[in-house]
């Protein structure tokens, strides 16, 4: 049986030798493995790339002080892009699952339509959950716009929810009785984490600050974005990267605010679209840039 | 020749696989019947009889007009000679014809048919791209054709020969794909072999099949079969087989619709009972394979659903913590509507709305809990069962019965199909919601327009209807409303009684057409009428008074004065009066059945009227009195239906 960072290993391993690029985590916090540069302004334009990272997402309102055996405030995802996707990428990504140790004539797996879409990104997709023995432990996403745009190549997306698909290989009940390594329990690993940033975003969080924050990002990021000339011949040193980074700062924000229950009726379609406003400014700059 | 194509493509959404069936059964196969079916991963359209290829068909090509005068033996013009050479005619079979331009040369031309073959490899490409989904993607690039779901692989044969084409890359051929672990990825097949080699590759192409064995195998193991599930689960797999699994007894504490919800819509399992009503602690899935000999299927599912039952156990008892009234102002935090403010907010106006239909207190304490479930954590988690959720939770805090009733009901009904609210309570909180909803999407111009109703406003303003014909209410329909919700509405009326009670559109609009007030009421003149209509008398009468309605029109006549009795003459006319009054007294308190009979036995007389009366007398005193006579006849017997509007027999609509 294999422990957790093995079956990361592996999977790695199995997309490596699909002439993916390995990544590492990005290092800023996102609530899914999307919102990463990686994905969000790779996918955009017509120059094809393959990338497969473990990323760890936060998303604050899913926090369960570590007392919640499937929930988690941060659960790590491996994401891989496959741009454009291969006529055979479902028997790839089939043999994925087959590489973690699943022999999948011995199981049932069904693909059960999912659409994805992230209206804070300008982003959707046509896609399934994959069902393995009932379980979902992938979701699988033809990207077709992201930042507004329709993509030149189409992208598959897949992303592998790991804490699940380890839960599942080790046959445990909760995700804290996963072993990590061998002797180490993801317990020992994470449990701190997930007590203390429930008991911060849930209950300490200062509101005022974060609003605070949101908007310096948010005025960040437009400063920066406004600064950008089409014309420029040195548009390549424009730091566009860095004005999605701020992007990312107000959508972890935002999501903070709404966990904290801070977020009106009005003010939340009003945040929402302001984040929009800006990733798909950002992601106009970027394909810009990269013409 | 025999026809095969399959379409072969990843996995469709099983809701739109009977749509796109629909749509091939009348895909062109030069008059052979197409023969359909499918499978997540294929469809398929099968026909025999198809004609090798189309009859040779014969046309007339026309030339110039003959000199003028030109007879058998003469020579031909110059521009006449130039076209049968052009065209490289035969002298023989250039003939004269006439035409509505005149005499023209012409030439009569055999067009050789087209092979099927070559006719299919252009119109099939067209064919399969063109079928309408509710939602498309492209794969191969921008502006790349748009399907479902990629398309992976085709099959096109007539006979032995492969009919060519290509779409987004994808060459059509003789080569199938078995079940995606069980099959083969490439296989050979000819129209005779191909289902059965299906079939050895795990595929069951019949989806009437597959339903079988679902429900075959499925009851066999205790299932309680729901039909929705039922096509769901046929048109997810493609060799589907059916395992029975267990779960711990102490989750049957938890109320059985969670269970079921659970089970159902988030597992598509089919739940067990022990006995009707109570339960099991088992459940059947449906697995899209072979078996499960080491139990590791039955294994996994049984895990999903302990987690997903613990969830539901950790929510309810969350859920507790916080009665529903001390959750009203968490509320303000959820949006109905962006212009229209919050629940909070929904919930005053949902309260006044009750007042006005006069709801008791019952009815007013549910209104104001009714959306609290909202800020549950069951409801955020299962949010199908809203309502449902609410009630549960108002009877395990000891709200009075007829309050936890009404908040679970109050959804409904939900489609056509449904129930209306057990209670008046709960009828009363429906309408208000419903009522509430549409009044305040109106006033903000969020009205419905063809297919756009993101608000689901007609299926609001459909169940205002049902629950008012069916819970039998008194109130007027008409003062509930202000346009344009009244013609709104008043739409959904027509088609409750039409599409939902199989009234005739004729019947339906005459009793609308005359007096206004409750629905209860409408649909009792709808019945009388519907149950008169057929005898002898009715229909007749029915033209007549649409006479009537024509002739005071066209005279432009306002009824202002009584009828002079001196002026009448004796015969038909007298006779008319003495059946007016007769008929008048007769239907005073009658019910509407026994009122529109005798209306209906006027006829005689209003037939002899016209047929002996002249009601444009020379006599000015003689015409009005006449008229005002016609006028009382028509608006008194027009109270329970309006007859103009009564298509009869030898009229079209």
């Given amino acids: 049986m294999d422990c957790f960072q093995e079956t990361v290993f592996k999977l790695k391993r199995y997309w490596a030798e699909r002439g993916a690029i390995i990544q590492e985590p990005y290092d800023l916090e996102v609530g899914a493995g999307t919102m990463c540069p990686e994905t969000f302004l790779r996918v955009l334009g017509p120059q094809p790339y393959r990338v497969a990272y473990v ?18 405030y941060k659960h790590q995802q491996l994401q891989v892009i496959l741009k454009p996707s291969p006529e055979d990428v479902i028997d790839q990504y089939l043999g994925s699952i087959e590489a973690i140790g699943i022999d999948l004539k011995k199981h049932d797996i069904k693909f059960e339509e999912d659409n994805w879409e992230a209206p804070t990104l300008g982003a959707w997709g046509i896609g399934w959950q994959v069902m393995l023995d009932g379980l979902e432990i992938s979701q699988f996403t033809y990207f077709q716009q992201c930042g507004g745009f329709d993509l030149d190549l189409v992208p598959a997306e897949l992303t592998y929810g790991l804490e699940r698909i380890s839960a599942f290989l080790q046959g445990v009940d909760s995700v804290y009785d996963i072993e990590w390594a061998p002797g180490v329990k993801y317990a020992q690993v994470r449990f ?94 970027w394909v810009s840039q990269q013409s | 020749m025999n026809f095969l194509l399959e379409i072969g493509t990843e996995e469709i959404p099983h809701w739109m696989i009977p749509g796109a069936l629909k749509q091939l059964s009348a895909l062109d196969l030069l008059g052979a019947k197409p023969e359909i079916d499918a499978t997540p991963r294929r469809l398929v359209v099968r026909a025999t009889g198809v004609p090798e290829r189309t009859p040779d068909t014969e046309d007339v090509l026309l030339g110039p007009a003959p000199s003028p005068g030109f007879s058998a033996g003469m020579a031909m013009d110059k521009a006449t000679e130039g076209w049968i050479k052009k065209h490289k005619l035969d002298i023989q079979d250039v003939y004269i014809q006439e035409t509505e331009k005149g005499r023209r040369w012409g030439a009569a031309r055999r067009i050789p048919g087209k092979r099927a073959l070559d006719i299919f490899s252009e119109t099939l490409p067209v064919a399969i791209v063109g079928i309408q989904w509710p939602k498309t993607m492209y794969w191969t690039a921008k502006n790349g054709p748009r399907f479902i779901r990629p398309i992976r692989w085709i099959i096109a044969l007539l006979d032995d020969q492969v009919i060519p084409f290509e779409i987004a890359g994808v060459r059509s051929g003789n080569l199938t794909r078995g079940h995606r672990q069980l099959g083969s990825s490439s296989i050979p097949v000819t129209i005779e072999n191909y289902e059965t080699e299906l079939r050895r590759n795990f595929v069951i192409l019949s989806s009437h099949e597959r339903r079988h064995k679902i429900e075959k195998e499925a009851a066999a193991l205790g299932a309680k079969i729901d039909s929705d599930l039922l096509e769901t689960l046929t048109f997810i797999t493609e060799y589907p087989t059916a395992i029975r699994g267990e779960f711990d007894p102490k989750f049957l504490e938890l109320p059985a619709e969670v269970l079921s919800t659970v089970m159902r819509h988030h597992q598509k399992y089919f739940s067990v009972e022990a006995h009707p009503g109570q339960l099991a602690p088992n459940f059947v899935a449906v697995m899209n394979t072979s078996g499960d000999p080491e139990g590791l299927v039955k294994h996994g599912n049984e895990r999903v659903l302990k987690a997903r039952f613990n969830d539901a156990r950790f929510f309810w008892d969350v859920d507790q913590q916080k009665k529903l009234i001390d959750r009203l102002d968490d509320l303000k935090k959820v949006t109905f509507h962006a212009k229209l403010g919050s629940y909070f907010e929904k919930t005053e106006r949902m309260m006044a709305v009750v007042r006005e239909l006069g709801g008791d207190q019952h009815a007013e304490r549910a209104a104001l809990l009714s959306k609290t479930d909202l800020t549950t954590e069951m409801v955020k988690e299962f949010t199908e069962l809203q309502g449902v959720v609410g009630g549960l939770y108002a009877r395990a805090q000891d709200e009075p019965e007829p309050v936890a009733q009404a908040i679970y009901d109050h959804y409904q009904p939900t489609s056509m199909e449904d129930d209306i609210p057990a209670t ?216 329970i239906a309006d007859f103009s509007e009564i298509v009869t027999s030898g009229e079209n609509k």
């Fill in chain 1, 192 to 285: 701190a984490d997930e007590l203390q940033s429930s008991v911060y975003n849930f209950e300490m969080a200062q509101i005022d600050r974060l609003r605070l924050l949101f908007d310096e990002y948010e005025a960040e990021c437009k400063r920066l974005l406004s600064l950008y000339d089409e014309k420029s011949e040195c548009k390549k040193r424009f730091p566009v990267i860095p004005a999605y980074e701020q992007v990312l700062k107000c959508s972890h924000l935002f999501n903070l605010l709404d966990a904290r229950g801070a977020i009106s009726v009005t003010e939340r379609v009003g945040m929402i679209k302001r984040v929009r406003d800006l990733a798909v400014g950002t992601a106009k700059t």
């Fill in chain 2, 424 to 639: 008046r309570e709960g009828q009363i909180v429906s309408l208000a919601d419903k009522l509430d909803t549409l009044r305040e999407c109106f006033r903000i111009g969020m009205i419905p327009s063809g297919s756009k109703d993101p608000f689901a406003l007609r299926r609001a303003a459909q169940g205002v209807v049902k629950i008012l014909v069916e819970a039998k209410l008194h109130y007027d329909f008409y003062a509930l409303l202000t346009p344009p919700l009244t013609d709104f509405l008043l739409e959904r009326v027509q088609h409750y009684f039409r599409e939902i009670r199989g009234f005739k559109y004729d019947e339906v609009n005459a009793v609308l057409a005359s007096s206004r007030g409750t629905l209860a009421d409408v649909e009792d003149r709808l019945t009388a009428l519907a149950e008169v209509r057929p005898t002898e008398n009715f229909e007749p009468l029915a033209a007549s008074f649409k006479r009537i309605r024509n002739i005071l029109k066209q005279a432009e006549f306002e009824a202002d004065g009584q009828i002079q009795e001196s002026l009448l003459e004796p015969g038909p006319e007298r006779d008319l009066y003495s059946a007016y009054q007769r008929v008048r007294a007769q239907i005073q308190g009658a019910g509407y059945h026994a009122a529109l009979e005798g209306i209906a036995s006027l006829r005689p007389s209003v037939d002899l009227f016209f047929d002996k009366v002249l009601v444009n007398a020379g006599d000015p005193a003689v015409r009005v009195n006449r008229l005002t006579l016609l006028s009382d006849l028509l608006t008194e017997f027009s109270t």
């Fill in chain 1, 55 to 72: 990323q760890p997402s936060r998303r604050p309102a899913d926090g369960r002080y570590g007392e919640n055996p499937n929930r988690l």
